[in-house]
């Protein structure tokens, strides 16, 4: 299994602002996604975090919002911009490995915008 | 329709009891079914992973999956505070990739 260690665990922002998430993986994947899981609910897709190309945004999601960096195949980012008070939500990276069946998560990042 | 439906619950039992949790799916696609338990202020953890159908134990642990029924459970035998927690039912196709997630259900052992 996959070690994943995710950063700023936590964050109080200003609107208006931005934060930028890292995830770390302690080897390399396939595959990495950001999750939003808001209060009382499941886990959202954001976006796919390709090694080498643009992310792929679901439904809902646009890379002016919410940018994201996979320079190599242990590393990401998702950067939340220009926060607003309805961004305030728990953001996850996870991993998928090529052939594997189940994803790995990190510990989240708990954003408050204020 | 939701891909995949779950009851967020709560689910309050008393410690020593056995607890059934459900999730009914509507993609006949999917063939990877997962069991995630995530506790306050953490990420989800992997709890159990079945192939296809049929029955996966693990301790107290007991995994279902019935395909024709598009219906999976998790069954936690002699339940502890420490179980305590939300837990996500998730699936995914043949690829493996993408995995959809319930809403999960949020479940408390009184001791």
């Known amino acids: 299994s996959a070690v994943i260690s995710q950063k700023p665990s936590r964050d109080i922002c200003q609107r208006g602002t931005s934060l930028t998430i890292q995830c770390q993986v302690d080897s390399q994947v396939t595959m990495m996604f950001w999750y939003r899981q808001q209060p009382g609910q499941s886990l959202t897709l954001i976006a796919t975090a390709n090694q080498g190309s643009e992310a792929t945004y679901e439904s809902g999601f646009v890379i002016d919002k919410f940018p994201i960096s996979r320079p190599n195949l242990t590393f990401s980012t998702l950067t939340v911009s220009n926060m607003s008070p309805e961004d305030s939500s728990i953001y996850l990276c996870?991993?998928?490995?090529?052939?594997?069946?189940?994803?790995?998560f990190g510990q989240g990042t708990r954003l408050t915008v204020v | 329709q939701k891909e995949v439906e779950q009851d967020p619950g709560p689910l309050s039992v008393p410690e020593g009891a056995i607890v059934s949790l459900n999730c009914t799916y509507s993609n006949s696609a999917f063939q990877y079914f997962m069991w995630y338990r995530q506790y306050s202020r953490k990420g989800p953890e992997l709890l159990m992973y079945t192939y296809s159908s049929g029955n996966k134990e693990d301790g107290r642990f007991t995994a279902q999956v019935d395909k024709s029924s598009k219906y999976i459970s998790l069954f936690i035998r002699d339940s502890q505070p420490s179980d305590s927690a939300t837990y996500l039912c998730?699936?995914?196709?043949?690829?493996?990739?993408?995995?959809?997630f319930g809403a999960g259900t949020r479940l408390f052992v009184k001791a």
């Open positions: 996870s991993v998928e490995d090529q052939g594997a069946t189940e994803a790995f």
């Open positions: 998730a699936m995914s196709d043949t690829g493996g990739f993408k995995t959809i």
